[in-house]
Nanobody
Framework: QVQLVESGGGLVQAGGSLRLSCVASTRTFRNYAMGWFRQAPGKERELVSAISWSGGSTYYTDSVKGRFTISRDNAKNIVYLQMNSLKPEDTAVYYC?????????????????WGQGTQVTVSS
């Protein structure tokens, strides 16, 4: 069992930045690929970004490329999502997730473990 706790969400003006953090309670954190998903009201959940267990491979959905950066610290069991140049359309609940396979995750397989989510609101 892996428990994930997100933090760092909040209200920010367009053009601003936020850094989301996700702490995992597991001794085998480095065994998991990690992902950040988001769900806006009335929309389907979407994969925003993912990172392989080593950090050597990363994925970004097109709408956030060049603005968001995912990273992880396996010694601290933390994954981050640095979000810059935020836009109102980035407003959503952001979820951290742990998956057993990086490639399967970016191909659409739902991760096994999920956090509770953190709200990000970008005002225009």
């Amino acid at each position: 069992q892996v428990q994930l706790v997100e933090s760092g969400g909040g209200l920010v003006q367009a053009g601003g930045s936020l850094r989301l953090s996700c702490v995992a309670s597991t001794r085998t954190f480095r065994n998991y690929a990690m992902g950040w998903f988001r769900q806006a009201p009335g929309k389907e959940r979407e994969l925003v970004s993912a990172i392989s267990w080593s950090g050597g491979s990363t994925y970004y959905t097109d709408s956030v490329k060049g603005r968001f950066t995912i990273s992880r610290d396996n010694a601290k069991n933390i994954v981050y999502l640095q979000m810059n140049s935020l836009k109102p359309e980035d407003t959503a609940v952001y979820y951290c997730a742990a998956a057993e396979a990086y490639t399967a995750t970016i191909q659409g397989k739902p991760p096994k473990y999920w956090g509770q989510g953190t709200q990000v609101t970008v005002s225009s």
